[in-house]
T-cell receptor, first 113, second 110 residues
Framework: EPEVTQTPSHQVTQMGQEVILRCVPI?????FYWYRQILGQKVEFLVS????????KSEIFDDQFSVERPDGSNFTLKIRSTKLEDSAMYFC???????????FGPGTRLTVL | KNEVEQSPQNLTAQEGEFITINCSYS?????LHWLQQHPGGGIVSLFM???GKKKHGRLIATINIQEKHSSLHITASHPRDSAVYIC????????????FGPGTRLSVLP
């Protein structure tokens, strides 16, 4: 069964460093999403992406964040200068159509020291 | 402001019990999702609803658009159902913006 994959599963970084979180969506999917879940809190929407551009972004998705689909298979989230409060689980998701269910990746746990 | 609330926050049940988890939201939506988050953190989509009722195995989800309310039912609960159940709503037909509820933590005891 096709699945969304994410790498790495856990990333530890120093405050101020740049990190890139990688996702491989399901191959025929066209809509891509990044979500964040701070430990013990609810899942939060970050950004959606379609047709090689951002469709929607939340207030959390400020200038330190960017997304890219560099090669037609990967979907990346870059955090330019990490802060302690960026420590969270980051989930990628994809779907084939906007009115179908999403498929979530296993998440990347980001720890900023 | 678009808010999604869930009740109860925590739920402990005995194996075999019928379980109901509720979700309410504040403004009109295009669809509502029920998600399951396993203890390890992974998220699985259970249902996507825009009206009526859906059933998959022992899980049933209903939505009442007029009352802005949805329920997730689990029949004949089992310890493997123990997880956090999350309600999430999307506010436009292109599904590009989601608001998540806080989740209901379910523990099913053998």
């Amino acid at each position: 069964e096709p699945e969304v994959t994410q790498t790495p599963s856990h990333q530890v970084t120093q405050m101020g460093q740049e990190v890139i979180l990688r996702c491989v969506p399901i191959s025929n999917h066209l809509y891509f999403y990044w979500y964040r879940q701070i430990l013990g809190q609810k899942v939060e929407f970050l950004v959606s992406f379609y047709n090689n551009e951002i469709s929607e972004k939340s207030e959390i998705f400020d200038d330190q964040f960017s997304v890219e689909r560099p090669d037609g298979s990967n979907f990346t989230l870059k955090i330019r200068s990490t802060k302690l409060e960026d420590s969270a689980m980051y989930f990628c998701a994809s779907r084939d159509l906007p009115y179908n269910e999403q498929f979530f990746g296993p998440g990347t746990r980001l720890t900023v020291l | 402001k678009n808010e999604v609330e869930q009740s109860p926050q925590n739920l402990t049940a005995q194996e075999g019990e019928f379980i109901t988890i509720n979700c309410s939201y504040s403004v009109g939506i295009s669809a509502l999702h029920w998600l399951q988050q396993h203890p390890g953190g992974g998220i699985v989509s259970l249902f996507m609803l825009s009206s009526g009722k859906k059933k998959h195995g022992r899980l049933i989800a209903t939505i009442n658009i007029q009352e802005k309310h949805s329920s997730l039912h689990i029949t004949a609960s089992h310890p493997r159902d123990s997880a956090v159940y999350i309600c999430a709503v999307q506010y436009d037909n292109y599904g590009q913006n989601f608001v998540f509820g806080p989740g209901t933590r379910l523990s099913v005891l053998p």
